[in-house]
């Protein structure tokens, strides 16, 4: 233990942050011990969904904070390829749940599915701590390929399944719903930044398997908080129907089989942009077969829906810069402090906790005075800022002129325009979904939306990958040309939907949308969470 008078600011932020993980834990003890059944207006059993998210989102943005420089310092993979590596884990991670929640509603029942999740996500995050010599050469890199695979496909399994747990607690009609889902998005946000910075903060300073570590003893937590709080959940997220131990363990086998599926991907991740490529024009010829099939009002809708769906892989490409070659810019290009480059991943989830209430009201407010932006308006407008995001970022980088490190000002100022802009269109997006999309479609819309953002996550890749330039080394210079370019491209295109807002709002028929979708509450509507959460997102934000 480092003497308290030697505290840098690294030491005091991991330790405020350890102080607030444990003022909440204790808070969610003394919640579910109480005698009643209730606490604070709602069931125990949305405080136990709450920490078991809260400890597998910190496990997730804890190890996405370290993955890059992992790559690059442990691995010794150039800046391009570790960005592409980041790319296709993340874009198979936010495509998987698509899978996940399609086996839980027909077969597994969201419980098990998020408890068979938690299991294979714990078996990764420890793996992770497996670091050997290091270099591509070293045989152990294969098992960290098994952990990310893990990771992806528990990641499958419990996504896109314990939002609707949460719902599942509630009548579609109590009017606690929404409140519950803030509760539970408090808790994927309060685990996304205590992660990021305590396993940031112990991977770069004491080592990778510490960070790593201490990402799958959160995720272990989460597990063992699942388990014990079963009977909170008052039966809810069982089997549609009785499922026998037979088909359900072929189910887990079928999740096994997933992981070394994985395992080969991940290597090779030209075959994962190859595959989304095929699967994305499919998936679209399909979609539209489908909407020509309809009445002209909801053909239109759809027409709406594959306009929004169409800005995803350009809207996620971009902010997925984030954790690959923005994490990489922040830690050779911008004055920290002495502060570890993983622990500036927080800034985002913080964020979000800070202004998600105010975007809230916000739209509430225009709302009543019939100025709210409309859902193509409000996607527009989520561009325009994340573009000009990138541009605080160079215009900061100007002002001290090559040889100088960026004042970390323009760093909070490139997360905070990024953070409005998620939250202009992140939840609207999910609500317009979940609004839009016939009810026989629904499905096969969610999964349309999700898989496009999986696209944005590998196209996130692919842009990291080109700061690297023909070496595969970033720099300064390459860099925020690339930002720039981005960020002028990002603008542009929010001002042209902007422009044409008004002819899709025509398509998406507000005005009889009524009459298609009476009583159309499907569970999960209310959550609100972390970038790219699986779950549908409240209407009162589109």
């Not at 290091?134 to 390929?145: A, R, V």
Request: net charge negative.
């Amino acid at each position: 233990m480092k003497d308290m008078a030697l505290w840098q600011d690294a030491d005091w932020i991991a330790a405020i942050a350890s102080v607030v993980l444990v003022v909440f834990l204790a808070l969610g003890a003394y919640a579910v011990t109480r005698p009643k059944p209730e606490f604070g207006g709602h069931p125990k059993g949305l405080y136990i969904l709450f920490f078991a998210e809260m400890w597998e989102r910190f496990s997730y943005y804890g190890m996405r904070a370290l993955l890059i420089f992992y790559l690059t310092q442990h691995w010794l993979y150039n800046d391009s390829a570790s960005n592409i590596v980041y790319g296709a884990y993340v874009s198979l991670v936010y495509i998987t749940p698509v899978l996940g929640g399609w086996l839980a509603d027909r077969y597994l029942g969201q419980r098990k599915a998020v408890l068979f999740g938690a299991v294979l996500l714990t078996f990764g995050h420890f793996l992770m701590a497996f670091e050997g010599e290091g270099g591509q050469n070293d045989p152990t890199i294969n098992i960290f390929w098994l952990a990310l695979s893990f990771i992806i496909v528990g990641s499958g399994f419990l996504k896109a399944n314990i939002s609707v747990i949460v719902g599942q607690l509630y009548p579609l009609t109590d009017v606690r719903r929404d409140g519950a889902y803030t509760i539970f998005y408090m808790g994927i946000n309060v685990g996304a930044a205590i992660g990021t910075i305590i396993a940031g903060y112990l991977g770069i300073t004491l080592g990778w398997s510490y960070g790593f570590g201490a990402a799958g003893i959160g995720m272990l937590l989460g597990l063992i908080v699942f388990v014990l709080g079963k009977p909170l959940l008052l039966g809810q997220g069982e089997p549609p129907q009785l499922l026998e131990k037979s088909r359900e363990f072929l189910l887990y086998g079928v999740g096994i089989i997933a992981v070394g599926a994985m395992w080969l991907l991940i290597q090779y991740q030209s075959v994962v942009g190859g595959l989304m490529l095929v699967s994305g024009v499919a998936l679209l010829a399909y979609v539209l077969f489908e909407a020509f099939k309809l009445e002209k009002e909801p053909r239109e809708r759809m027409f709406a829906i594959l306009f929004l769906i169409a800005l995803q892989p350009l809207f996620w490409g971009l902010f997925e810069q984030a954790g690959g070659s923005l994490n990489l810019f922040t830690d050779r290009y911008i004055d920290l402090g002495g502060v570890p480059a993983p622990i500036f991943q927080s800034i985002n989830p913080i964020y979000i906790i800070l202004l998600a209430p105010l975007f809230a009201w916000l739209w509430t407010f225009l709302g009543k005075r019939k100025l709210e932006p409309s859902t193509p308006a409000k996607f527009g407008l989520g561009l325009v800022q994340l573009g000009f995001g990138f541009l605080v970022l160079v215009w900061g980088a100007a002002t001290v002129g090559p040889g100088a490190l960026v004042p970390v000002i323009f760093l909070f100022g490139i997360y905070f325009f990024h953070t409005t802009g998620e939250l202009c269109l992140s939840p609207v997006g999910l609500s317009a979904m979940n609004r839009l999309a016939p009810r026989h479609l629904a499905s096969l819309i969610m999964g349309a939306w999700f898989f496009a953002t999986a696209g944005g996550n590998f196209v996130a890749g692919m842009i990291g990958a080109a700061t690297g330039g023909e070496d595969g080394e970033m720099t300064r210079e390459a860099t925020l040309s690339i930002y720039e370019t981005i960020g002028l491209f990002a603008i542009g295109v929010g001002i042209f939907v902007i422009a044409v807002s008004f002819f899709v709002k025509r398509w998406m028929h507000l005005d009889t949308l009524a009459d298609d979708n009476v009583g159309d509450d499907l569970e999960g509507q209310s959550e609100f969470g972390d970038p790219q959460s699986a779950g549908i997102h409240p209407t009162t934000k589109s």
